[in-house]
């Protein structure tokens, strides 16, 4: 019985951490790369997931797509939410963050108060009501059966598209030129922009593809998890995200996949310990943190070590 | 450096005491009354069908007819709307508001919906009326927070400084509470859901995480609460930002749940509903669903919501009164907006204009704008209203004394209605509780829980010549006709008759796959 | 600039005016604020638009607190609705549960606020700027699951009711009271902050900011100084949200922390950085300008739904695409003028000047600074 709850909770703690893992990789990648704590990083997440709804909506509502591959509207959502993000998030950074680069407050500053720009975006081109809960359509229905465990399909789903992004990731990082050039810029910045990388362009991609990350994690787990999005889920989404990135280091990729496997587990096994507790639920990613960075401030892989 | 900077903040300090402020001159004959209104909520806006609607309505209404006659002479109302502050909310804005109308020159002041903003306001009224002699004391009437304590620890407590606070509208949470078990011990489990799973039906509660449902959830879990028929297997609350309540759905189902109660103000039932629907849980779902009063809930949930019971003022176009059904149609021939939803008018739109014709009736039989006098008659009027007779208790509720199955006071109470599919296949909100009036019909279950329900009407499993026997002595029957057996109305069209027989026999000999049902 | 003969005139008088009242002494020009916020009670005002004065009076003291925090000793917050709410519902559970009167509670709450500073700066304020910011974001979000978990304890989401100050006062007189009250709190602690900036330990601060290492590198133990700037911090903004709870919201609820579904989410905690930006990050006062401006306008001028006619077309704004507006303006100001927008207001102010000789601008910054 309790080798069954311990198999359980390693099951869907693994996929849930897996979850967690890619909505905060966006984060840690941007602050490797550029050296920027972007805070937005949380309503990208959840601009991403209503776009992903709002378009999926209106694929369904204009019916274009033959009934036989229903597979294609979420496929075609995601893609799209993916761009869309990423252009918003690049177009944010280039007007914003771009011209504060270096004074670290304001940043920090800028960047929040943009996090209340973007959600009161979502009030006013989308209502009130549906800023306050948006229904998104599960990405996958019914459960399938990992070692003795039942796991929803939908999460599964999203367990291994994240797996995939992953490994796609380090092979772009390593293997393309592009690529090459954001790990020279996180490793030396001087070097590099001797050695020709325009670092302008390069903050903007990275941006880029942050934001779209983003959004493709708040895709897989609000299509997955909740089932839902609400505007001000930005905040959980900003605890997530660097609860991660503090359990695994601020600007490294491998972290950012260690720390959501141990986020996804502990916050599992806290819910599965002790029941009931619905609305610590959503704490849990805030104490962790607390308790992370008071014993251990630096997390685990910290690229920029960043204390005494 | 530092100097300049704190001269500007002097020159824009200087600013505010030199904008003056303007009081609009209250013009002869003019009675302004205040109204607040929960606005981007749906118990706010006209088109959305809420209070502002009513208030508007009952104004044109008074206005275009004689007026209020106040000793003698003859008074137009003037409409001040100011938002309360609900949503999102903002107590600090509320009590501004208040204090704005005060200034405005409202004497007599409808509103309060939500409890959080409607304490601010209140507490803003209290303190004004402390330095005010009694002649002078701002009136207020609560339209749409149900919390007993609002009247209880403020009325209830200490008369004297809050005798200006009436409530005409909901009943309280109590006595709305009373209504739920009142259909469910007196009729839903014992004449429905009791035969049909062998006598104990096995029910969970499922509640928002709110300060109002937590002594109804604490209630309802006792063993008993619901009576020897019924006991309690599953109870949670949800946080209120919760979309996806297949979980908890899936829960209650699976600790055996037959029936499941809610109590919710929140918008997101429409997506609880929906996903009941869709996953076609082996239970009913009944309670207090405010959204889902509004034909709004109808388009977000898509239709998916047809079989779900809640409270509510009336149904759709329900003559509960003879006021009722011309409010109806002039509230959505007025307010409805090309392209959304239909302007049904939700229980706070009801309210404004019940509280409307309060205060005329009051007004006309104090004589004088004398707040002693105006409370004198409050306190002592039983007048007709939109859904019944209107009183208040003697701390100043509103006062209602039935609570089950049947309704013969005519004090008003709240209903219970049911979604369901019209002759012409669109859904309406039917009342099925109380039974005892002609616009009552009978409760359906749906047919994925029971496929015979609607023609199995001795409850049995099988359809068969005693059912038939049942429909042949209310045969010809219609409401108020001593046969008049409401079950028998198969087709619920208000008279049993031929196409009841039809339906009936369409079914004959079929019988439940298992019986009692599991 | 131009040559016109009349612009130069009046350019002229401008810079008689400035250099006579611009350069009398700081300690003058306070002064002459503070008695003009005083007899604003006397002016003939709606007592009522009064109440959003007090709210920003006590919402000046959260913000000049953090102020001391993170525009002096550079150790960011984003999260000190901690202290407001806690400054709340420490008064509010010493009332409730032991039933002491409020003028025993609040100091409570004061000595309070500043312990869990300490306590929560031990550990946290070995970290440096982006995990320090995320940690105390966290914090207000962490503790508010904790209270609507213990709704018995902490009263939900209606919270815990509070007491008023002046019981006894008429309506009108109470408010005026409140006021008073609540200008002589604003008073007292920004002259106490800013004699602790401008004092050596200030100093101090400010030396942090710069360059932490450097500063060690004078043999200063800068744990201590960040201690104890975050209690120093802590205990005002306790300060100023027990008293918040008493005068303005009538109870400590949970929103004092953050609220969701507010029109401005983390609303105490956005508001000091807002009011910075706006006033200047860094000097003590600029914060309270800036929540002065913010203040009034958001609850004076943009109130509802503003609607109005461009070329026949009506357009409404409402609350949130105000609130939109204004936080992109806010955005704006931080990309511009990152170090606050008064500061350059004046800058390019003192650009409008006569150019004066060089003895002249030696003379008054001599004389400034020995104030």
Known sequence: ?308 | MEKKIALLVAILLVMPPLLAWIQSAEAQQTLKIGVLVPYNLVQGEAWRGGAEGGAWLATWDINNATGINIGGTRYKIELVIMDECAYPLNEEQARANTLALIQAGCKIIVGGFRTESTNASIRAVYEWNQDRPDDEKVIYLINGASTDELITNTVGKDYEGWKWLFRINPINSTMLFKNTLGWLIGYLIPKKLAPMYGGLVKYGVLVEDYEWTKKIQGYLSQPGALGPNATCVYSARTPPETVNFDPYLREAANSGSRLLLIFYTLPTTAYLISQWYQGQYPFLICGIDVYAQSSEFLKKTGGLCEYEMTEDFAGTRTPITPLAVRFWDNFVGNFSKPGEPPAWPVYTAWGAYNAFLTIKAALETAGELNSTKIIQALESQEIWVLNGKARFTPIHDVYSISYGVLWPDKYTRAVFIQWQKGADGNLYKVVVCPIDQPYSRKTMIPPWIYPLADVDLKIDGIIDVFDAVILAAAAGSYPGHPNWNMEADINRDGIVDIFDAVLLAGKAGQQAPQWPLP | ?371
């Not at chain 3, 102020?67 to 000793?73: E, M, S, W």
């Not at chain 3, 400590?252 to 508001?271: K, Q, Y």
């Open chain 1, 1 to 308: 019985m309790v080798k069954r709850m311990l198999e359980s909770i390693i099951i869907i703690g693994t996929i849930v951490g897996l979850i967690y893992a890619i909505i905060a990789l966006g984060f840690t990648l941007v602050y490797g790369i550029s050296g920027i704590v972007n805070l937005t990083h949380g309503v990208f997440i959840v601009v991403g997931a209503y776009l992903y709804g709002v378009l999926s909506d209106y694929l369904l509502k204009i019916n274009i797509f033959p009934p036989e591959s229903p597979y294609l509207i979420p496929i075609i959502a995601m893609f799209l939410s993916f761009i869309f993000t990423a252009a918003i998030g690049s177009i944010f950074y280039r007007l914003t963050l771009h011209q504060i680069l270096g004074d670290e407050i304001s940043i920090l500053i800028a960047s929040i108060c943009s996090c209340l720009i973007f959600q009161k975006l979502i009030y006013i081109t989308l209502g009130t009501s549906q800023a306050f809960a948006y229904r998104i359509s599960p990405l996958a229905y019914g459960k399938i059966r990992i070692i003795n465990t039942d796991v929803l399909t939908g999460q599964a789903l999203a367990g291994t598209i994240s797996l995939i992004t992953f490994i796609a990731l380090s092979i772009f990082i390593s293997k393309t030129k592009v690529g090459r050039a954001m790990k020279a810029l996180s490793q030396d910045l001087e070097a590099s922009m001797l050695m020709g990388i325009s670092t302008e362009k390069l903050y903007m991609l990275t941006t880029a593809i942050s934001a779209g990350l983003g959004s493709l994690g708040g895709i897989l787990y609000t299509s997955t998890v909740t089932f839902g999005v609400a505007s001000y889920m930005w905040m959980s989404g900003l605890a997530v995200s660097f609860t991660v990135v503090v359990l695994g280091g601020l600007g490294s990729v491998k972290g950012s996949l260690l720390g959501g496997l141990i986020l996804g587990l502990a916050e599992i096994s806290a819910m599965t310990i002790l029941p009931g507790a619905g609305v610590l639920q959503s704490s849990i990613p805030f104490i962790v943190i607390i308790l992370v960075l008071i014993i251990r401030p630096k997390g685990l892989f910290g690229k920029r070590i960043e204390m005494e």
């Open chain 3, 1 to 371: 600039m131009q040559t016109v003969p009349i612009a130069r005139y009046f350019r002229k008088i401008y810079t008689n005016i400035a250099t006579h009242i611009y350069d009398r002494p700081p300690r003058t020009l306070a002064f002459l604020i503070i008695i003009m916020l005083s007899i604003l009670p006397y002016s003939g005002m709606d007592l009522i638009k009064l109440e959003i004065l007090i709210s920003a009076n006590l919402i000046a003291i959260l913000a000049a607190s953090w102020d001391l925090l993170v525009g002096r000793t550079g150790q960011i917050s984003l999260g000190h609705a901690l202290f407001f709410g806690l400054g709340a519902y420490t008064t509010a559970l010493f009332i409730k549960y032991l039933g002491w009167p409020f003028w025993i509670t609040i100091p409570i709450s004061v000595i309070v606020g500043a312990g869990v500073a300490l306590t929560i700066g031990i550990p946290c304020l070995r970290l440096k700027g982006p995990y320090l910011a995320l940690v105390t974001m966290a914090f207000p979000l962490a503790l508010q699951g904790f209270l609507y978990y213990y709704r018995d304890i902490f009263g939900g989401e209606t919270g815990i009711g509070l007491p008023k100050i002046f019981p006894g006062l008429r309506f009108f007189d109470r408010i005026v009271a409140n006021y008073y009250l609540s200008l002589a709190l604003l008073v007292l602690s920004s002259i106490i902050i800013y004699k602790i900036a401008t004092s050596k330990t200030g100093i101090i601060f400010i030396s942090i900011l710069d360059d932490e290492i450097g500063a060690k590198a004078c043999a200063i133990n800068t744990t201590k100084y960040k201690l104890m700037s975050l209690a120093i911090s802590g205990l005002f903004g306790s300060l100023a949200g027990a008293f918040y709870g008493h005068i303005v919201s009538g109870s400590a609820n949970p929103r004092l922390f953050v609220d969701t579904t507010a029109l401005m989410p983390m609303e105490f905690s956005l508001i000091p950085i807002i009011a910075a930006v706006l006033g200047g990050v860094g000097t003590i006062y600029g914060p309270i300008v800036g929540v002065y401006i913010y203040q009034i306008l958001y609850r004076y001028i943009l109130r509802d739904v503003i609607t109005f006619n461009i070329f026949g077309y009506i357009v409404t704004v409402d609350r949130h695409m105000q609130l939109f507006i204004f936080i992109s303006f806010i955005v704006l100001l931080i990309v511009k003028w990152p170090r606050g927008v008064a500061r350059a207001i004046v800058e390019k102010l003192e650009d409008l000047e006569e150019p004066r000789e060089l003895e002249e601008i030696l003379k008054e910054k001599t004389e400034s600074k020995q104030m």
